[in-house]
């Protein structure tokens, strides 16, 4: 708007807010600032019981609210007062022959929606919360913000107060235009919100179109490198996690951090803490470490001694309350983060003295069956897929092979079988007694996969001083399934005993033979866990 005044005096402002926090601060402000108030409902009783001047939204229209309240601003003399162009003729005639007055400001947050879906409301609750009249006037105003101060957010009512202190009652028009965007942003999420419910509630899993938002929660110092911006955004979800987690100590999470703190906390997750204590380590947003144990120590312990090279500035995310033992030799070498569901004062305590370490606790673990959705952006556009929620239990193995896994093997095999499903393809794990002992993540080649994971645990092997690695005897999980036999017969050569795999190979046939040939259990899932 180029010929929008640079500073415009706010003499009269509506106020209609759902959520009341700061409302009768803010209108006490306004109103010793000389500022004269319109309301509607709630608000103006809220403002008016505060002792405060304040005129209803109906005596300026001549209509009563109706239907509920369904109707009460969508008139001509409100949008008028937010839409004229003050400085267009035609516009101001209009306004002096029907007696609209301006409006400066205006304050408008919407009904709680999104509230209300997170409840569990049903649909016709849910329906009744959908906001009709506090985004048409929020678009109205923003629209026309060369005139107007557009606040949507609780949090901009200081901002708004010191601009107009700052400018003899006044906005500048750069204030106006920021405040601009975020309402349009909020509007457009209100309305992200209001479709995706919508899509799920009549059974819509692709809809025609797809709109995602999230709420500014960091902005950081670069991406993965420096070279590259990077924001934290919030979903609005409850699922507990790194995004709803609260960090007692540190300094701020990176891009990085994040991203590593989510694999490893959602890899916890697959280990109900009823079932015991659980560990896993993650570096790079793969696992070097993932352990179950007696003690949330020995699962620590265990998981490290998958991989101690790997683990040095790595990830820790634990499903039990983080005990002062535990923390204590987590101390023992430098960590970014650790993230539990709690963590008990000796552990806060001694993690206090490590003022580069972030302790994060997010109150409970993950359900790994919770559905949701994952969006990747590609050139021009977005996939979107649903989470990878898949599990199996021993009723759904099929053996396929003369011998059958013992009972000590299977239960390692569907140990394995969790973590395959969050290291990257190609993925091969090796399990012994509840414990990686050897991870190949990422390759090309499931060979190779399998061969980088037999030599990490060789390297341990020497480090730890043992006779041989601790695959010998061990368990191998991959994540789909081996093409031909000789990535099976790596596995047999490090000393595997029994694999888990989906199946589903023109030559499964072939490696079934191989396997038997070599003495090996070899169960099928017919289901794959590819990770990108």
Partial sequence: MQNAPQNLPITRALLSVSDKTGLIDLARALVQRGVELLSTGGSAAAIRDAGLPVRDVADVTGFPEMMDGRVKTLHPMVHGGLLALRDNADHVQAMETHNIGRIDLLVVNLYPFEETVAKGADYDTCIENIDIGGPAMIRAAAKNHGFVTTLVDTEDYDALLAEMDANGGATTYEFRQKMAQI????????????????A???????????????????????????HQGAAFYLDGSARPGVATAQQHQGKALSYNNINDTDAAFELASEFAPADGPACAIIKHANPCGVAKGSSLL???????????????GGIIALNQTLDGATAEEICKIFTEVVIAPDA??????????KKNLRLL?????????????????????????????????????????KRAPTD????????????AKHVKSNAIIYVKDGATVGVGAGQMSRVDSTRIAA????????VMGLDAPLTHGSVVASDAFFPFADGLLTAAEAGAQAIIQPGGSMRDDDVIAAADEAGLAMVFTGMRHFRH
């Fill in 183 to 198: 309402a349009y942003a909020r509007t457009g999420a209100y309305d992200a919100a209001v479709s995706t419910w919508m």
């Fill in 200 to 226: 799920a509630a009549i059974g819509q899993a692709h809809p025609r179109r797809r709109v995602v938002a999230g709420t500014l929660a960091q902005e950081m110092r670069y991406g993965e490198n420096p």
């Fill in 298 to 312: 020995d699962a620590y312990t265990r998981a490290f001694d998958c991989d101690r090279t790997s683990a040095f």
């Fill in 344 to 353: 008990d004062d000796d552990a806060r305590a001694i993690f206090a003295a």
């Fill in 361 to 401: 606790t997010t109150g409970a673990m993950a359900d790994p069956r919770q559905a949701a959705q994952v969006i990747k952006q590609v050139s021009g556009g977005f996939l979107a897929q649903d989470k990878d929620t898949g599990h199996i239990t021993p009723a759904d193995l099929r053996v396929v092979t």
């Fill in 408 to 419: 000590a093997q299977m239960a390692d095999l569907l140990f394995a079988w969790k973590v």
């Fill in 455 to 462: 030599r990490k645990a060789q390297d341990m092997a020497q």
